[in-house]
C-alpha cells in the first residue's frame, strides 16, 4: 500500500517551533488536497488543517494563528509549520492526502511530537 513519508516530529519547549514534511511518492500522479491529524493519547483524532491543490488553507481553531500549512510547487509534499507550541499540542501527527475523490485515502505513518519543559 502507498504510504506518505513524514519527517520532523521531536521534542520542544513550550514556545517552541517545529516543521513537519510530508512526502507523497511519485506513483501517486494526482493529489486533490492533503491535511494533517493529530491525536493525542486517550483522545480522538483531530483534523489540525488542510490545504488544497488551488492552495486553500483551513485550520482547527486551536492551532489558528500558530500552524501554517504549505505545499511545494510539485503539489506532492506538505509541511506543517508549527510555531508556539503548547503542551497540549503533544500527539502523534498525521499527513493524509485525498487522490481520488474528495476522501483521504492515503497516509504517512506518524510522526511524535511531544512539548514539554
Known amino acids: 500500500q502507498v504510504q506518505l513519508v513524514e519527517s520532523g516530529g521531536g521534542l520542544v519547549q513550550p514556545g517552541g517551533s517545529l516543521r513537519l514534511s510530508c512526502a507523497a511518492p511519485?506513483?501517486?500522479?494526482?493529489?486533490?488536497?492533503m491535511g494533517w491529524y493529530r491525536q493525542a493519547p486517550g483522545k480522538e483524532r483531530e483534523l489540525v488543517a488542510t490545504?488544497?491543490?488551488?492552495?486553500?488553507?483551513n485550520y482547527a481553531d486551536s492551532v489558528k494563528g500558530r500552524f501554517t500549512i504549505s505545499t511545494n510547487d510539485a503539489k506532492n509534499t506538505v509541511y506543517l509549520q508549527m510555531n508556539s507550541l503548547k503542551p497540549e499540542d503533544t500527539a502523534v501527527y498525521y499527513c493524509?492526502?485525498?487522490?481520488?475523490?474528495?476522501?483521504?485515502?492515503?497516509w504517512g505513518q506518524g510522526t511524535q511530537v511531544a512539548v514539554s519543559s
Open positions: 493524509a492526502a485525498a487522490t481520488n475523490g474528495l476522501e483521504y485515502d492515503t
Open positions: 511519485g506513483s501517486i500522479f494526482s493529489i486533490n488536497f
Open positions: 490545504v488544497t491543490s488551488g492552495g486553500s488553507t
